[in-house]
């Protein structure tokens, strides 16, 4: 089956919508898995260097649009029915701090230039790097991503990025910039760069008018439960690590924008503002589990859940939370209780059909 076809199998049977935008993306990603399949395996044996030189690899996508159009899906819809066995799909952090620890382990080694054996260790039985949710925000992924690209296709990998920014956008403002502007460059030639034009949020679309507050906690294990396995797709989820000024904050389970923790994990251990607008700033919704009844021997937890939800609140992340009470009475006395309110308040805001938008 061509993916249009499995697209549109998907949208008879109810679990995709029809939407001109994702349906128009579909050819170009056919080619390229087409191209992919017939051309699986590099040639690279004795016959064809001496007498053939290498097939060329095709252009990459460059993938971007507006948050939950569907990019990660398409992706994954690619990515799954690419048969072959050289692929890789990551998440753009995670790959980059996966690199970060590779360069260092060879600078250990006196060896010239660092990024030289993390690329071939990557590339290694590469055929396929499928980068879900490329943003560049600080400069030690800016310098290295550009020259770890050109090694990449150098070495043959065909490249499929997703990204909220168009290519001339990326790492905007940023400190040194002038130094990244060959990145762009590259990005244009070697990238087919194509919008994802819909205009509705899906993520928005299956939360609307769904429950999101669930109390109380023991009871909603099912249905936050499927509400993951709805925006992820049934991933696993794999822990995100945040640098936050040096340190690393890490997130339990993390899928496709989606970030699931325990109140325990998130506000019963030392974090502080920092931490929590790095969070924000990295899901788009946060599913909060088993939010207590605190008490006044709980200030601490009651003040960082509340520095919690403010960050969340600023950045319009969609909070999906199962807690012990309504949010009124979940903090009615101890220091604070008065502020609480507020907080309070923002949590039923938050459970708003179109909070977010
Ligand atoms: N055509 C569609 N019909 C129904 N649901 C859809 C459709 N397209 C995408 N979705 C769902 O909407 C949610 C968001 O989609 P997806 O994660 O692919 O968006 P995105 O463009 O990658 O967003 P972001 O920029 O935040 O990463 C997912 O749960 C996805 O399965
Ligand atoms: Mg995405």
Redesign the pocket.
Known sequence: MTLTEIYEARIECG?????PG?HALLPDLESLRQWLEANAVRKIGLFAGLFARPVPSPKGIYLW??????????MDLFYDSVAITAKRRVHFHAFMQEVQRGLHAARQTNVEDALTPVAEALTRDLRLLAF??MQIGDIADAMIVGRLFEKLLAAGVVIVV?S?RVPDDLYKDGLNRNLFLPFIALLHARFQVRQ?ESPTD??Q??LRGAQVYFHPAGKAGPAIGAIWR????GAPGSPLALDVGGRTVELAHFA??VGRATFWELCARPLGPADYLAIAAEV?VLILEDIPQLSASNYNEAKRFVTLIDALYEAKVRLVASAADVPERLYIEGTGAFEFERTASRLREMQAADWGQ
Do not use: C, F, I, P
Request: net charge positive.
């Open positions: 679990d995709l919508r029809a939407d994702q649009g507006g948050v939950g159009r569907g990019k990660s899906m398409l879900d949710e997703t909220n994802l899906y993520r679309h299956r709805d925006l992820t797709g496709n924008g788009r």
